[in-house]
C-alpha cells in the first residue's frame, strides 16, 4: 500500500514536472524569442498593428494570461486523476 | 459574520462599486454647478482615504493567522484583485504610459517583463509556497533549510529589496497628496503614510487584503475612464485597445518630418523633464534585442521573488485557489498593462500630428504657451518649453516635459472635464498606497514573525507578537517617509532595483528549495550571501564607481549579475557539502503534493 501511494506520487510529480517544462518553454517563446526578433516580425502587420510592437504591447500579454489559465486547468486534471487536488 | 463577510463579498464590493461611481457623478454635477477644481480634487482623495481607513477599522483583528494571512480564507477573485493593487504601484500607475511614450522599444521591456512574471510565480512558487503553510517568506527558507542563520538572511534580502521599493511609493503618495490637498510635499509624504497606516495597522494582512481589492477598483476605473472617454472624444474608437494600429502606423510617418533625434538646445532650468528623442517603435536587433531580453528577465525573476507578492498567496483557502489567484492577478494587471502603450501612442499622436486640433508641435509658440493645460503643468515644474531657435514656432526639441504628464495631463490635453482630473489622482493614490501597505506589511511582518518571533523570543505569547508587528509597521512606515522626503532616486530607477535585489538573494534559494532535493542549507545561505554582495557590489561600481557596464548590464538590470552568482555559489556549495537530512527531503516531497495538510501549522 505504502508503494502504491509512493507510486502515485512519483507519476504526479512526473506529470506535474513535464507540464510545467512545457509551459515555461511557451513562456521563452513570448517573452524573449518574440521581442527578440520584434525588426523583423514588423514587416508583417497583425489588425493594424506591426507584428513585433504587437506581441510587445499585446500579444505576448494575452498570451500569458492564457498560458497560466490553461496551466491551471491542466494541472487540476493531473491533481484529480492522482486523487490529490485536496478539495 | 465573518462567514457572512465572505459569503457577501460579491454584494459588497457591488455596491462600493455602485457608490464610487456615483460619487464620479455627484463630483461633476458640483462641477456643473461651479464648484472649484481644487474643491474637487481635495473631496476625491479625502473620499477615498476615508472608505480605506473604514474597511481597515472594520477588518481590526487581534489573531494570529487573521493578522498575517487574512484567515487563509481569501477567495481566488478577491485575492487576484488585491495582488492586483499590491503590485502596481504609484510608478506604474503615473510613469508606465510615460515611460513608453518616451522610451520606444527598449522600455517595452517592462511591460513583457512585468507580466511574463507571473507564469514563473504560477509554474516555480505559489502552489508550493502555499502548501508549504508559511505566513511569510522567510518563514519557508527557514524552515526549508533550518536555522537561524538562513532565515536571518533572508530577512535580510526582504528588507532591503522592499524598503527600497516602499520609499518609492510613499514618495509618489506624498506627491499626490501634496498636489490635490495644495500641501508642501514633505507634508504629503507624512499624510499618505497616515493613510498607508490607517489601513494596515489594525487589521494586518486581513484590513490590507480588503482595502487593496478595493483600491484595485478605484485604480483600475481611474486608468481605463480616461483612456476611453478620451478615445471616443477624439475619434480613436470606442475601445481603442484594438484599434490603435493605424496611430502607431501615423507617429512612425511623421516621426521623420518633425525633426525627431535634434538635439535639445537649450537647457530647462529645472530638472526631470526631457524632450521626446526616442522612435515609438524602432528596434535595431543585436544589443537593443539584448537589452530588451535582459531587462525582462530581471523584472520576472523579480516579480518571481517579490515577498510582498509571493505573500499574497498564502491568504487562499487551498493550493488550488492559490494557482486560480495568480491566474487573476496577471488578468487584472493586465487590464492596465495593455492600456498604458494605447495611451502612450494616443497622447503621442494628439501632440504631434498637425491634423489633430490638440496638437502643439509645429504650432505658434505663443498660442501653446497659451493653454490652459500647459500654463498648469509649468507652474509646478512638470513642463518647460523654450523657443530656441526664435522661429516663433513649437518645434520637438523645444518642448520638455516630465513622464508622468502623460497619465497626469490626458484629461486635460484632450479637453476632459476636470472631475476626471480628480479620478486620475484618486487612482493614483489608491496604486501607491495599496503598494505601500503591502511591502510595510511584508517588512514588519518578516522583523515581527521571523526575527522577533523566531529567532529571538520564541516563547511570547499572541498579543505580545502582534503588539511588536505593529510598532515594527509604524516604525519602518516612518523610517521610510523620512528617507522619502529627503528626495533621494527618482522613482523608476528605486523600483528597478527593489526587483533585482529581490531576485539577487531570493530567486534561486526559493526556487532550489522547491525544484532541488539536493538544495541545502549551506548552499542556500551561501546563494543569499552572494547573490546579494555581488549583485550589490556590481551596483555600486556601474552607478556610483564610474564601471563601464558589462555587456550592456547597468544598474537598472544587475539583478543579471547577482542572480547569476548566486545560482553557482548556491550549487556548488550544496554539492560540497552533506545532502540534506531524510527528514527535509521528505518535506520537499510533501511540498509537491497539493493535498492534504499544510508543512507547518496553523498558529506556528
Given at each position: 500500500m505504502a508503494d502504491n501511494i509512493n507510486e502515485v506520487r512519483q507519476q504526479h510529480w512526473t506529470k506535474t514536472r513535464n507540464l510545467t517544462f512545457l509551459v515555461l518553454a511557451i513562456w521563452f517563446v513570448f517573452a524573449f524569442v518574440l521581442p527578440w526578433n520584434a525588426a523583423s516580425l514588423n514587416s508583417m502587420s497583425f489588425i493594424?498593428?506591426?507584428?513585433?510592437?504587437?506581441?510587445?504591447?499585446?500579444?505576448?500579454?494575452?498570451a500569458f494570461v492564457a498560458l497560466i489559465f490553461f496551466q491551471n486547468k491542466m494541472q487540476d486534471k493531473i491533481d484529480d486523476e492522482a486523487g490529490l487536488s485536496g478539495e | 459574520m465573518k462567514g457572512s463577510f465572505i459569503e457577501n463579498l460579491g454584494r459588497v464590493y457591488g455596491m462600493y462599486t455602485g457608490g464610487f461611481l456615483v460619487f464620479v457623478l455627484l463630483m461633476a454635477l458640483l462641477e456643473q454647478m461651479g464648484v472649484g477644481a481644487d474643491t474637487i480634487g481635495i473631496l476625491f482623495v479625502a473620499f477615498t482615504i476615508g472608505i480605506y481607513a473604514l474597511i481597515g477599522w472594520l477588518s481590526r483583528t487581534m489573531q494570529v493567522d487573521a493578522y498575517y494571512v487574512a484567515?487563509?480564507?481569501?477567495?481566488?477573485?478577491?485575492?487576484?484583485?488585491?495582488?492586483?493593487?499590491?503590485?502596481?504601484?504609484?510608478?506604474?500607475?503615473?510613469?508606465?504610459?510615460?515611460?513608453?511614450?518616451?522610451?520606444g522599444y527598449g522600455y517595452l521591456g517592462f511591460i513583457i517583463g512585468w507580466t511574463g512574471g507571473y507564469v514563473l510565480v504560477n509554474s516555480l512558487m505559489a502552489p508550493y509556497l502555499r502548501k508549504f503553510g508559511c505566513y511569510t517568506v522567510p518563514d519557508f527558507i527557514g524552515t526549508r533549510y533550518g536555522g537561524n542563520l538562513a532565515r536571518f538572511c533572508a530577512v535580510v534580502v526582504l528588507v532591503l529589496a522592499s524598503f527600497t521599493y516602499v520609499t518609492a511609493q510613499i514618495n509618489a503618495s506624498g506627491t499626490i497628496a501634496a498636489r490635490a490637498l495644495h500641501i508642501p510635499f514633505e507634508a504629503g509624504v507624512w499624510f499618505g503614510l497616515l493613510g498607508i497606516l490607517l489601513c494596515s495597522m489594525l487589521g494586518g494582512m486581513r484590513a490590507v487584503t480588503w482595502t487593496q481589492v478595493a483600491q484595485y477598483i478605484v485604480l483600475i476605473v481611474a486608468y481605463l475612464v480616461p483612456v476611453i472617454w478620451m478615445s471616443n472624444k477624439q475619434g480613436f474608437g470606442i475601445i481603442p485597445h484594438f484599434s490603435y494600429g493605424d496611430a502607431v502606423a501615423r507617429i512612425q510617418e511623421l516621426e521623420p518630418m518633425i525633426g525627431l533625434g535634434v538635439a535639445a538646445v537649450d537647457k530647462p532650468p529645472f530638472g526631470g523633464v526631457k524632450i521626446l528623442s526616442t522612435?515609438?517603435?524602432a528596434p535595431g536587433g543585436g544589443m537593443d534585442s539584448w537589452k530588451f531580453a535582459t531587462l525582462a528577465a530581471c523584472m520576472m525573476m523579480g516579480t518571481a521573488s517579490l515577498p510582498h507578492i509571493l505573500m499574497r498567496y498564502f491568504t487562499t483557502p487551498s493550493v488550488r485557489d492559490a494557482r486560480r489567484s495568480v491566474a487573476w492577478s496577471l488578468f487584472f494587471i493586465f487590464l492596465l498593462y495593455f492600456t498604458a502603450p494605447a495611451l502612450a501612442t494616443l497622447t503621442k499622436l494628439q501632440l504631434i500630428d498637425p491634423n489633430l486640433a490638440t496638437s502643439i508641435i509645429g504650432r505658434s509658440f505663443e498660442e501653446v504657451q497659451n493653454l490652459a493645460w500647459i500654463k498648469n503643468w509649468?507652474?509646478?515644474?512638470?513642463?518647460?518649453?523654450?523657443d530656441s531657435n526664435k522661429d516663433g514656432i513649437l518645434q520637438l526639441n523645444e518642448f520638455f516635459m516630465?513622464?508622468?504628464?502623460?497619465?497626469?495631463a490626458t484629461p486635460e490635453i484632450a479637453g476632459l472635464p476636470y472631475v476626471i482630473s480628480g479620478l486620475v489622482a484618486a487612482g493614483g493614490m489608491a496604486a501607491a498606497m495599496s503598494t505601500a501597505d503591502g511591502l510595510l506589511l511584508a517588512i514588519a511582518n518578516a522583523l515581527s514573525h521571523d526575527l522577533y518571533y523566531k529567532i529571538i523570543d520564541p516563547k511570547a505569547d499572541t498579543k505580545h507578537r502582534l503588539i511588536v508587528a505593529r510598532v515594527l509597521l509604524i516604525g519602518i512606515g516612518a523610517a521610510g517617509a523620512f528617507i522619502a522626503s529627503l528626495k533621494l532616486t527618482t522613482i523608476l530607477g528605486a523600483v528597478a532595483w527593489a526587483f533585482d535585489f529581490a531576485m539577487s538573494g531570493l530567486f534561486f534559494p526559493l526556487v532550489l528549495g522547491i525544484w532541488w532535493k539536493r538544495a541545502n542549507r549551506p548552499g542556500a545561505i551561501a546563494g543569499m550571501i552572494v547573490g546579494l554582495a555581488v549583485g550589490t557590489i556590481y551596483l555600486y561600481q556601474v552607478r556610483w564607481g564610474g564601471m563601464t557596464p558589462w555587456m550592456g548590464i547597468d544598474h537598472l538590470r544587475f539583478g543579471i549579475i547577482g542572480a547569476g552568482a548566486s545560482l553557482i555559489a548556491m550549487v556548488v556549495v550544496s554539492l560540497a557539502t552533506p545532502e540534506p537530512d531524510a527528514e527535509t527531503q521528505a518535506m520537499v516531497d510533501e511540498v509537491r503534493v497539493p493535498s492534504g495538510e499544510a508543512i507547518l501549522g496553523q498558529d506556528h
Open positions: 493594424g498593428f506591426p507584428l513585433g510592437y504587437y506581441f510587445c504591447v499585446q500579444g505576448s500579454l494575452i | 484567515g487563509r480564507e481569501v477567495p481566488a477573485v478577491y485575492n487576484g484583485m488585491a495582488t492586483a493593487a499590491d503590485w502596481m504601484s504609484g510608478a506604474s500607475f503615473v510613469a508606465l504610459a510615460g515611460g513608453i511614450y518616451f522610451g522612435p515609438h517603435f509649468s507652474s509646478v515644474n512638470m513642463l518647460y518649453l523654450v516630465r513622464s508622468g504628464i502623460v497619465v497626469l
